[in-house]
Structure formats: structure tokens, C-alpha cells
Nanobody, 123 residues
Framework: QVLVEDTGGGLVQAGGSLRLSCVAS????????MGWFRQAPGNEREFVAA????????YYADSVKGRFTISRNNAKNTVYLQMNSLKPGDTGVYYC????????????????WGQGTQVTVSS
């Protein structure tokens, strides 16, 4: 079993930056990718970004390309989401998740989830 803990949310003004962190523990040898999803009030949870655990491939939703960067530190079993040029539309609860398969864009591709961290962007 993989346990995931996500932290780093907060309140920021539009145009500002935040960095989210996600630490994985347990059976980390089974992880093939780590991803970030978000859920705004009244909306479904949506894919934000993912990174393969071994190798440099990263994946982004069109809405965050050029503004968000996902990175990882395998030695620390940690994944980061650097969010720049934040917009009010980025507001939501951000969830980190660990995948054990070969696909990374859908919720169903992920087996372990963090509790979520709130990001609020004010205009």
C-alpha cells in the first residue's frame, strides 16, 4: 500500500505563486507516476499534471501549461507542483495521487490519494 500526503495550499492573490508538495510512503517501489488533480466547488475533479516516477516525462492539462511545473525528488519520494501566474479559476482543492499503471490522465488510473489541500486565488 502507498500512502500519500499533500501539503502547501493557501490563499494567494491573482498573479501570485504557490508550491504544493506531496510525499509518498509505504510501497513506493510500485509507483509508476505521481499526479495532481483539483476540484473546484460544484465541479468534478480534474487532471492537472503528472510525472512518471522513473524518467523525465511530464504531462499537463491545457489550462495550466506554461504556468504550472511538476517535478519530483525520488530520493525523498516527493513530488512538487509549482504554480505561477495563478488565476481565480485555479481555486480548488488540490489532490496528489500515486499511480501503478501506464496511464496518468484519469482518476481511475490512480490507486492512492492524499487528503487534499485548499488553494484559493483571490482577484
Amino acid at each position: 500500500q502507498v500512502l500519500v500526503e499533500d501539503t502547501g495550499g493557501g490563499l494567494v492573490q491573482a498573479g501570485g505563486s504557490l508550491r504544493l508538495s506531496c510525499v509518498a510512503s509505504g510501497r513506493t517501489g510500485s509507483i509508476t507516476a505521481m499526479g495532481w488533480f483539483r476540484q473546484a466547488p460544484g465541479n468534478e475533479r480534474e487532471f492537472v499534471a503528472a510525472t512518471r516516477w522513473n524518467g523525465g516525462s511530464t504531462y499537463y492539462a491545457d489550462s495550466v501549461k506554461g504556468r504550472f511545473t511538476i517535478s519530483r525528488n525520488n530520493a525523498k519520494n516527493t513530488v512538487y507542483l509549482q504554480m505561477n501566474s495563478l488565476k481565480p479559476g485555479d481555486t480548488g482543492v488540490y489532490y496528489c495521487a500515486a499511480a501503478g499503471g501506464t496511464d496518468y490522465y484519469e482518476e481511475s488510473d490512480y490507486d492512492s490519494w492524499g487528503q487534499g489541500t485548499q488553494v484559493t486565488v483571490s482577484s
